[in-house]
């Protein structure tokens, strides 16, 4: 099920013009079995896209392990019909997305091993448009 937000403040925001900044924010777990896929361009995430992701990852896993999801797509994105004339306001909400900066833990796998997990991050990767990279922590 793809995810977006129950209760926005207003139904239409302004299209985001920048892409996000660096983050210095790190993930830090005690346990030994963790996985991590990190973010090291910065750029935006649709829902489709991590919804995507999040399905592959489980599958190759089996669904073992606990796996967190970190971002949240909560910027909506609005988009007239491409026949409709101009004028007549904003277009509906097509999507939402999330903003995802540089060095941002996109996702969380732990409580598996090494060989089955670092292939299912990898192939979750491959389901997003940003290069991401597996750290262990």
């Known amino acids: 099920m793809l995810t977006q937000p129950k209760k926005t403040k207003y139904r239409k925001y302004f299209k985001p013009r920048r892409l996000p900044r660096s983050s210095t924010q790190t993930h830090k777990l ?4 963790c996985f991590a896929l990190v973010t090291t361009e910065s750029g935006y995430l649709n829902g489709k896209q991590i919804e995507a ?3 592959n ?13 970190l971002v949240f797509p909560d910027i909506a994105i609005s988009r007239k019909a491409s026949a409709a004339r101009m004028g007549k306001g904003k277009g509906k909400v097509s999507h939402w997305v999330a903003a995802v900066a540089a060095g941002r833990t996109v996702f969380m796998l732990y409580g598996i091993d090494a060989e089955q997990g670092i292939p299912a991050l990898q192939s979750g990767a491959n389901k997003l448009p940003l290069k991401l990279k597996i750290h262990k922590l």
């Open 53 to 55: 992701a999040r399905q």
């Open 30 to 33: 005690g346990e030994l079995s």
């Open 57 to 69: 990852i489980r599958r190759k896993v089996k669904r073992e392990g606990k796996l967190e999801i």
